[in-house]
């Protein structure tokens, strides 16, 4: 019952906290990263403003 009371909190930080990001950039951090080894190239970062 501990495990649930301490999951449920950071689950839903989670949530809070991808929605924030990916609303902002248009990758993750470990994807951003694994593109960038992938294509030997820096992928633009930021997410368009349209």
Known sequence: MVAVLV?????????????WWLGRY???PAEFC???V???????WRRDPS
Not at 38 to 44: G, I, L, Q, S
């Open 34 to 36: 694994l593109r960038a």
């Open 7 to 19: 999951a449920v909190p950071i689950f839903l930080v989670q949530l809070l906290a991808s929605a």
């Open 26 to 28: 248009r990758y993750g």
């Open 38 to 44: 992938t294509n030997a190239t820096v992928p633009t």
